[in-house]
């Protein structure tokens, strides 16, 4: 059974930046980011593709998010810029340990974080 521990987040004022960082305690084919907001569904945040690196962003994501490896093996960090009161959630680390290309499905992906709180708030 894969672990993910995950930190970071916290309580953040809007148009601040935090970042959340995942380690995985095997190797996998591709990490993502996954978010649930309150009262709503899990929504895919950021996928990074493990041996060529291909990283891929939402819609509401791209170009406030970046997706990278970590400095620890097999591990992630999303750093997150000019936060709004509606990036609040918690957000899920995932883990995929093989496939066929890319995913932003949470099907895809084999085992979970605990998840983290973010809050943007005044």
């Known amino acids: 059974q894969v672990q993910l521990v995950e930190s970071g987040g916290g309580l953040v004022q809007p148009g601040d930046s935090l970042r959340l960082s995942c380690a995985a305690s095997?190797?996998?084919?591709?990490m993502a980011w996954f978010r649930q907001a309150p009262g709503k569904e899990r929504e895919w945040v950021s996928t990074?593709?493990?041996?060529?690196?291909?990283?891929y962003y939402g819609d509401d994501f791209r170009g406030r998010f970046t997706m990278s490896k970590g400095d620890a093996q097999n591990s992630i960090t999303l750093q997150m810029t000019n936060l709004r009161p509606a990036d609040t959630g918690v957000y899920y680390c995932?883990?995929?340990?093989?496939?066929?290309?890319?995913?932003?499905?949470?099907?895809?992906?084999?085992?979970w974080g605990q998840g983290i709180q973010v809050t943007v708030s005044r």
């Open positions: 990074i593709s493990w041996v060529a690196e291909g990283k």
């Open positions: 995932a883990f995929r340990s093989k496939g066929w290309g890319p995913s932003n499905s949470a099907a895809d992906y084999d085992a």
């Open positions: 095997a190797v996998p084919y591709g």
